[in-house]
């Protein structure tokens, strides 16, 4: 399937066409986000970043076709770690972008060799993020063979490398996100974030951390005696929201355990497509923290939505 479709944090929906690497935004009232100022071109391009060396270390789910990744003020982060340091890293790239997070491409390249073939085969890189201290033979190769390239050097021993501890005043918008990028104590910060019936923080928080099922329970019973309790504001009126949040921490649940049983009564009490869509963007977050690629059960899971989805479309 070449079109995907992805809700962000903040509602906006992205239509993902992967074989063309580009995209269409909508926001929350289903209007069209146009890629630029003047407001004439519909159709955004997928950036493509090649991280080039071995001091770099990506996690599996950055790299591929594409990622969703956050947008702060104006500025793509660009997720990775480097050798021998435990903490993560960001790149920052300008970007027009209006949405809060839009689908990146990165790749990871080591080899001149291989950044030869890659560029050969007709990839064209936004960027390239090469390390300072690479071989200066290595440097001029990969400048001959991409002479248009815009390339990056970073110093990746540096001491101000842009990382979660330096990163917390970038956007006062983007307050709880930051907060979960600064404490690795995801029970916690859902505590914290149900105190203070900030739920979108809580849905940051699945997307934000590989959560285990251990950590995942302990969120679903805190969130469970908070509504039994209606420990939250106007409980007649947020009910049905702290509701729906648990539900889409008990889908997170059962996918984590493969459950398909369970997963498949959650998918049959759909009835929106917000609902649908926060379940697609679940489902590809636990997929992305295994190397397992020929998962059974998330493929069977992913079928039953899409069944779901062309069941809601043709109400």
Known sequence: MNIMEEKTPKGYILKINKLKMNFLVFDRLGSTVYADSEQIESIHKIPHIVFYGSGFILKRRIVGEYNLLKVSRGKILIPYYVKNNKDLHYHLLPTNEQSDMIPVKVIKIEKPLEFIRYIESGNKPDYVIIEENIDETDQAVLYDRYAQGNFIRIDIERADLVSRENYENVDEDYHSVNLNMMSGNPVFLSIIHIQNFNLSGVRQLLLDFDLDEEQISYM????????????????????????????????????????????????????????????????????????????????????????????????
């Open 220 to 315: 679903i019973a805190y969130m469970t005696i908070q509504i039994n309790n209606s420990s939250f504001p106007s409980p007649e009126k947020n009910m049905e929201k702290m509701l729906q949040l648990r539900k889409e921490m008990n889908f997170y649940q059962f996918l984590l355990i493969h459950d398909k049983e369970n997963c498949s009564e959650l998918i049959d009490e759909i009835t929106d497509s917000t609902t649908l869509n926060s379940f697609l963007t679940l489902l590809a977050k636990v997929s992305s923290m295994t190397d397992d690629e020929s998962n059974l059960d998330m493929v069977d899971i992913q079928n039953m939505l899409y069944e779901k989805k062309e069941a809601l479309a043709g109400v």
